[in-house]
């Protein structure tokens, strides 16, 4: 059985961060397009507050993320994040009215169990030392079988065969 490294606080707060903000500017962003009239242009996005608050909580997002990505391997912040998917349908059902069928409590009961089991692994890959690294890869060059190619004369092509004129008239 694999037995995880200990989250760390700075991890673990920063996920959990970043599942409730992902969540918000979905709300947040669904809650603004419905208040747009059906004719507005591009530019009207820009008069609609909560398009502004999407905006700077994407921002927001993208700073908890960088520190993250700095604690954390890719593969397992992103799939872990997927819990937002949860959030964003629970909330959808409470907030916007939506209804959610037993095809998509499938759904989400795979995306939790999902995440159980990559929060099952370790959060950053173990490095191996600077020193043993170097070791490593010279008994892997000295593995290396280096064969001489030879190299021969390009192949001569066939003359092009001459034009033909045309006698259309």
């Known amino acids: 059985m694999i037995i995880p490294r200990k989250?760390?606080?700075?991890?673990?707060?920063?996920?959990?961060?970043?599942?409730?903000?992902?969540?918000?500017?979905?709300?947040?962003?669904?809650?603004?397009?419905?208040?747009?009239?059906?004719?507005?242009?591009?530019?009207?996005i820009f008069k609609e507050p909560l398009f502004l608050v999407v905006i700077t909580i994407?921002?927001?997002?993208?700073?908890?993320?960088?520190?993250?990505?700095?604690?954390?391997?890719l593969s397992f912040a992103q799939p872990v994040t997927a819990l937002?998917?949860?959030c964003v349908a629970v909330m959808s059902a409470i907030f916007l009215?939506?209804?959610?069928?037993?095809?998509?409590?499938?759904?989400?009961?795979?995306?939790?169990?999902?995440?159980?089991?990559?929060?099952?692994?370790?959060?950053l890959t173990k490095r191996a030392?600077?020193?043993?690294?170097?070791?490593?890869?010279?008994?892997?060059?000295?593995h290396l079988v280096v064969r001489p190619v030879a190299i021969l004369p390009a192949p001569k092509l066939a003359p092009a065969a001459p034009k033909l004129k045309s006698h259309a008239a």
Do not use: C
């Open 7 to 44: 989250l760390p606080l700075k991890v673990a707060f920063g996920l959990v961060l970043a599942i409730v903000v992902d969540s918000a500017i979905q709300i947040f962003w669904k809650t603004a397009v419905l208040d747009l009239p059906d004719d507005a242009s591009f530019f009207a």
């Open 58 to 73: 994407m921002t927001l997002q993208f700073f908890n993320w960088m520190v993250v990505l700095a604690n954390a391997d």
């Open 84 to 86: 937002s998917y949860v």
């Open 97 to 123: 009215r939506e209804s959610v069928d037993a095809v998509q409590m499938l759904g989400i009961a795979l995306v939790i169990a999902g995440v159980y089991f990559i929060s099952r692994t370790d959060h």
């Open 129 to 142: 030392e600077p020193e043993a690294e170097d070791g490593l890869i010279a008994e892997r060059a000295e």
